[in-house]
């Protein structure tokens, strides 16, 4: 324990937060990205869903590596749009912060659009229909009743889109580096450790993760109960 408490003291708390901050980050845009694509996907004809859901899904099923090599691909110096961003812009993708949130996006994405889509699809269209009867415009019915219905969906999606961000390693690593202090996260830090024998170490972070992952669970799922305690199960 006492070795325990000596590691917590000396830690450096640096990759937590950069992790905490790509995974705020990245549930942001998924969530954003996830609900507007699950939205035209439900309504797009059977071949256009099909391909749509394909693309939308693959990074899910691809390992991130793979999916790290293609974002590397895209955004490096050498390439069109990583040129273009660079010579117009000044953004920089390949090893900064910016770097990880997008790799931690296209992996946690899928997660997002998968239950947001599935929510959406159980929502009762005679709701929707009734909202118009009262007047309601599209913008108020899809806040005012889409999404409070879908509400159990899209926060369980949010949940497992901050814990996929938050522990993303491979696709992060290949697009951001690990640059101490910049774009090294937890992940690669517990990598890290282990590689170099210290398996005490290794098992601090692990900790901390298996805290703060509960934690967000705990709040999240509190919210969510709290928003439909009225609701009768069988």
């Not at 996907?41 to 390992?63: E, F, Q, S, Y």
């Not at 959406?120 to 009867?133: H, K």
């Amino acid at each position: 324990m006492k070795e325990i408490i000596d590691i917590l003291k000396d830690l450096d708390w640096t990759p937590l937060f950069i992790s905490l901050k790509t995974g705020v980050v990245a549930t942001i845009i998924s969530f954003f990205l996830g609900i507007f694509a699950a939205r035209r996907v439900i309504h797009a004809g059977t071949r256009v869903k099909a391909v749509a859901d394909g693309i939308l899904t693959l990074p899910m099923v691809l390992p991130p590596t793979v999916a790290g090599f293609f974002l590397l691909l895209i955004f490096s110096r050498r390439r069109p749009l990583g040129m273009y961003l660079f010579d117009n812009f000044d953004i920089k993708i390949v090893q900064t912060w910016a770097g990880c949130v997008i790799a931690a996006t296209v992996i946690a994405f899928p997660l997002m659009y998968r239950n947001a889509r599935a929510a959406f699809e159980q929502i009762d269209v005679n709701l929707v229909y009734a909202g118009r009867t009262l007047g309601m415009s599209d913008v108020a019915i899809f806040w005012k009743v889409v999404m409070p219905t879908a509400g159990p969906g899209i926060m369980s999606g949010t949940i497992l889109t901050f814990a996929r961000a938050l522990g993303e390693y491979g696709a992060t690593s290949m697009l951001a580096g690990n640059i101490p202090g910049k774009t090294g996260t937890i992940s690669q830090r517990i990598a890290m450790v282990i590689q170099d024998g210290d398996y005490v170490t290794a098992g601090v972070w692990v900790g901390i993760v298996l805290v703060i992952a509960f934690f967000v669970i705990f709040f999240m799922n509190l919210i969510a109960g709290k928003n439909i305690k009225q609701v009768k199960r069988w």
